[in-house]
C-alpha cells in the first residue's frame, strides 16, 4: 500500500521541533528534503523558504533572522497553538 507524501509545510513543522533555537536555513532545507526524499519529492530550497514564510504569517511558528548572509534564523517562542 502505497503511503501519502507528507506536505512541505507539514515536513517544515517536524522539522522545526528538532531545530535549536538559532539555526541556518540550510540546516532547515537538509531536514525537509531529506524527509521528502523518502517520498520521492525534491523541493528547491526558494519553496521551503516560502512555505515556511506562510507558516508564520499562518501563526503556526515565528522566527527571526539574525543574520541576513550566513541566512541564520532564531525561533520566537510566543507563538499560540
Do not use: C
Not at 526524499?37 to 504569517?57: M, V
Amino acid at each position: 500500500m502505497k503511503t501519502k507524501t507528507p506536505s512541505i509545510k507539514k515536513t517544515i513543522l517536524k522539522a522545526w521541533e528538532k531545530l535549536p533555537d538559532s539555526f541556518g536555513a540550510f540546516t532547515l532545507f537538509l531536514m525537509v528534503k531529506n524527509e521528502l526524499k523518502e517520498h520521492k519529492k525534491y523541493p528547491f530550497d526558494g519553496t521551503i523558504s516560502r512555505r515556511l514564510r506562510e507558516l508564520r504569517e499562518d501563526g503556526l511558528l515565528d522566527y527571526r533572522v539574525i543574520d541576513i548572509a550566513k541566512s541564520i534564523y532564531e525561533k520566537i517562542n510566543h507563538v499560540q497553538k
